[in-house]
């Protein structure tokens, strides 16, 4: 079935350093590409999408490219702060024959950026 | 408010108990979802409504587990029988529709805690 493969945390960086991470998919087919956030005591926000090949999905400074021939959709950013502390998730979702555009989720990344 | 809202936000039930979860999607989304998050097991997929018709309930772990909405809007998710495994975040999201790429959007969860 359909799945999400994403770089297990915890990943600890200063501010202003570089950050990626991993996402990798698994699916029959083309689907959209997602990234979700959710900061400490909130819930789950979209961060960026993609829905074809070769897209750039981009918000807050986070850029991710959906590549089809690697099957990845990794999340960078180039100056992180100590805001973007939060847990980041990597999804996907089909028409799947109909209206459900359910998400299917990888694990979840937690990022803690130190001053 | 204008995002999705849940109650009650954290639950503590005995084992055996029935709980009863709320969600108040956005005004207008036709399509609604409820996932689960716990430790070690990510965000699960459990059920996704279209109006009132749940064209997928696939993710429901046991038949201890049911959902309804009524009115197109305000949607229920029963928990018979409580046990321990069941302690987790339920979030329940809604998007305008099936189609299209519409954004799911997230509440902030209720917090189930089985004792």
């Known amino acids: 079935g359909d799945s999400v493969t994403q770089m297990e945390g915890p990943v600890t960086l200063s501010e202003e350093a570089f950050l990626t991470i991993n996402c990798t998919y698994t699916a029959t087919g083309y689907p959209s590409l997602f990234w979700y956030v959710q900061y400490p005591g909130e819930g789950l926000q979209l961060l960026l999408k993609a829905t074809k090949a070769d897209d750039k999905g981009s918000n807050k400074g986070f850029e991710a490219t959906y590549r089809k021939e690697t099957t990845s959709f990794h999340l960078e950013k180039g100056s992180v702060q100590v805001s973007d502390s939060a847990v980041y998730f990597c999804?996907?979702?089909?028409?799947?024959?109909?209206?459900?555009?359910?998400?299917?989720f990888g694990k979840g990344t937690l990022l803690t950026v130190n001053p | 408010g204008a995002g999705v809202s849940q109650s009650p936000s954290n639950k503590v039930t005995e084992k055996g108990k029935d709980v009863e979860l709320r969600c108040d999607p956005i005004?207008?989304?036709?399509?609604l979802y409820w996932y689960r998050q716990s430790l070690g097991q990510g965000l699960e997929f459990l059920i996704y409504f279209q109006g009132n018709s749940a064209p997928d309930k696939s993710g429901l772990p046991s038949d201890r587990f049911s959902a309804e909405r009524t009115g197109g809007s305000v949607s229920t998710l029963t928990i018979q029988r409580t046990q321990q495994e069941d302690s987790a975040v339920y979030l329940c999201a809604s998007s305008l529709g099936g189609g299209g790429g519409n954004t799911i959007y997230f509440g902030e969860g209720s917090w189930l805690t089985v004792v």
């Open positions: 999804a996907l979702s089909f028409n799947s024959g109909g209206s459900n555009y359910k998400l299917t």
């Open positions: 005004s207008g989304h036709t399509a």
